[in-house]
């Protein structure tokens, strides 16, 4: 069905000439044609089963220190950057800061059409070089951050937590900084003893439901491990490696001594190291859907 549209636009094109109103009339069915185009693309890439759900986004900051940390808040930024252009919202889950509001680690509620889908690519680690600012003698140094994305809801049939797996551990709920914004105990960790996953949520009003949304959290985490595992068997089977480990970076973005930004899947890169942390991520984000 496209090819004939395509094929109708071609004449149009030849026979607008200059004639403002034909060439107006070209450019809406080229913009029409373009949407087309872009929900026929979401069909073919974003067809698993949570593709087209929401997304939970978990960001960590890893070897480096402050650094590190600095470099985890950054990653949240491009993000929130990145949701707000696709029109989609993202919703704090769970914070816990250093002293120079440094990441040591963050969970966000991504909500939107295909959020999940396009998101999951964004799994792994991603590393930074740069100049440090916590560094009096501006040495370069390389950071870690982790990215963990997760659809928001896993059916129950399709993995079950028994409830004698789980631990709970409640507290008072938490604010900016660490101080309590919550005289009762709303915040609830749970544990899950099998695998010691441990998951929070202290932005709800109640422990029911903090402790609601931590057990769907939890689902989460036990279902994309599962992927993991799968991932990692048919590799074995195809006799390669799945750069999905702590120690394997899936991008790097270099600030110096050159500016650069390079995805080490697909072989994307660009020295407009400060767009994409503003967000510009698309690029990228297609590149790994047509793996």
Same mark, same amino acid.
């Given at each position: 069905?496209?090819?004939?549209?395509?094929?109708?636009?071609?004449?149009?094109?030849?026979?607008?000439?200059?004639?403002?109103?034909?060439?107006?009339?070209?450019?809406?069915?080229? +913009?029409?044609?373009?949407?087309?185009?872009?929900?026929?693309?979401?069909?073919?890439? *974003?067809?698993?089963?949570?593709?087209?759900?929401?997304?939970?986004?978990?960001?960590?900051?890893?070897?480096?220190? &402050?650094?590190?940390? !600095?470099?985890?808040?950054? *990653?949240?930024?491009?993000?929130?950057?990145?949701?707000?252009?696709?029109?989609?919202?993202?919703?704090?889950?769970?914070?816990?800061?250093?002293?120079?509001?440094?990441?040591?680690?963050?969970?966000?509620?991504?909500?939107?059409?295909?959020?999940?889908?396009?998101?999951?690519?964004?799994?792994?680690?991603?590393?930074?070089?740069?100049?440090?600012?916590?560094?009096?003698?501006?040495?370069?140094?390389?950071?870690?951050?982790?990215?963990?994305?997760?659809?928001?809801?896993?059916?129950?049939?399709? *993995?079950?937590? @028994?409830?004698?797996?789980?631990?709970?551990?409640?507290?008072?709920?938490?604010?900016?900084?660490?101080?309590?914004?919550?005289?009762?105990?709303?915040?609830?960790?749970?544990?899950?003893?099998?695998?010691?996953?441990?998951?929070?949520?202290?932005?709800?009003?109640?422990?029911?439901?903090?402790?609601?949304?931590?057990?769907?959290?939890? %689902?989460?985490?036990?279902?994309?491990? %599962?992927?993991?595992? @799968?991932? @990692?068997?048919?590799?074995?089977?195809?006799?390669?490696?799945? +750069?999905? &480990?702590?120690?394997?970076?899936?991008?790097?973005?270099?600030?110096?001594?050159?500016?650069?930004?390079? !995805?080490?899947?697909?072989?994307?890169?660009?020295?407009?190291? !400060?767009?994409?942390?503003?967000?510009?991520?698309?690029?990228?984000?297609?590149?790994?859907?047509?793996?």
């Amino acid at each position: 069905m496209l090819s004939s549209e395509i094929a109708e636009l071609g004449e149009f094109f030849s026979l607008a000439g200059d004639d403002t109103a034909a060439l107006a009339d070209v450019e809406q069915k080229t +913009a029409e044609l373009e949407r087309k185009a872009t929900k026929a693309e979401a069909a073919l890439f *974003l067809s698993g089963k949570y593709d087209a759900g929401n997304a939970i986004l978990s960001v960590y900051g890893g070897a480096g220190g &402050e650094d590190a940390e !600095d470099w985890a808040a950054i *990653l949240v930024r491009m993000y929130q950057k990145y949701i707000e252009s696709k029109g989609w919202s993202i919703t704090e889950l769970h914070r816990h800061t250093n002293d120079h509001d440094g990441i040591k680690n963050a969970t966000y509620e991504v909500r939107g059409k295909f959020a999940y889908g396009y998101l999951k690519g964004e799994r792994g680690v991603h590393r930074l070089v740069r100049i440090s600012p916590f560094d009096a003698n501006k040495r370069r140094h390389t950071s870690f951050a982790m990215v963990e994305i997760m659809p928001e809801m896993i059916d129950e049939a399709e *993995l079950e937590i @028994r409830p004698e797996d789980i631990e709970y551990n409640f507290a008072r709920s938490s604010g900016p900084g660490g101080q309590n914004v919550n005289k009762r105990e709303t915040a609830v960790r749970i544990t899950h003893t099998p695998t010691n996953i441990s998951v929070e949520i202290q932005t709800e009003r109640s422990q029911a439901q903090n402790k609601e949304r931590a057990l769907q959290l939890l %689902r989460s985490k036990l279902y994309q491990i %599962r992927q993991t595992s @799968r991932l @990692r068997e048919l590799d074995e089977i195809k006799g390669g490696k799945v +750069a999905i &480990e702590w120690g394997s970076q899936i991008r790097s973005y270099v600030f110096h001594p050159y500016q650069m930004v390079k !995805d080490h899947r697909t072989g994307v890169e660009t020295a407009q190291v !400060d767009k994409v942390l503003e967000g510009e991520l698309e690029e990228f984000v297609q590149a790994e859907l047509k793996l």
